[in-house]
């Protein structure tokens, strides 16, 4: 069946860094992108960034933009979210997700109800 595993999250002090991944399998149709999002405590999930599948172009929300970057290693069906200079406001339990309804050679969209596959979630911490 179809997987998302995120892992790397973990317990950070304020200006460290974090790398996380999603490895995905059991899909028979094509992954035409995957985005990050997260929800942090008392608040409602947001758009973290996204990257196209085909040509790894990124697109990310502005709070996050020069500290975060997302990749993907095509061959190992892997996502990552590497994450540099991170601030406690970064605390939230952070979800990858698949984009499968069209193909976009662009990042894909930030709307969450148009991903189809989500993970389980790693908790992100990070201490001020």
């Known amino acids: 069946q179809v997987q998302l595993v995120e892992s790397g999250g973990g317990l950070v002090q304020a200006g460290g860094s974090l790398r996380l991944s999603c490895a995905a399998s059991g899909f028979t149709f094509s992954t035409y992108g995957m985005g990050w999002f997260r929800q942090g405590p008392g608040k409602e999930r947001e758009f973290v960034g996204t990257i196209s599948w085909s040509t790894g172009i990124t697109a990310y929300t502005n709070s996050v933009k020069g500290r975060f970057s997302i990749s993907r290693d095509v061959r190992q069906k892997t996502m990552y979210l590497q994450m540099n200079s991170l601030k406690p406001e970064d605390t939230a339990v952070y979800y990858c997700?698949?984009?499968?309804?069209?193909?976009?050679?662009?990042?894909?969209?930030?709307?969450?109800?148009?991903?189809?596959?989500w993970g389980q979630g790693t908790q992100v911490t990070v201490s001020s």
């Open positions: 997700a698949a984009f499968i309804r069209y193909y976009t050679a662009t990042a894909p969209p930030p709307r969450e109800e148009e991903y189809d596959y």
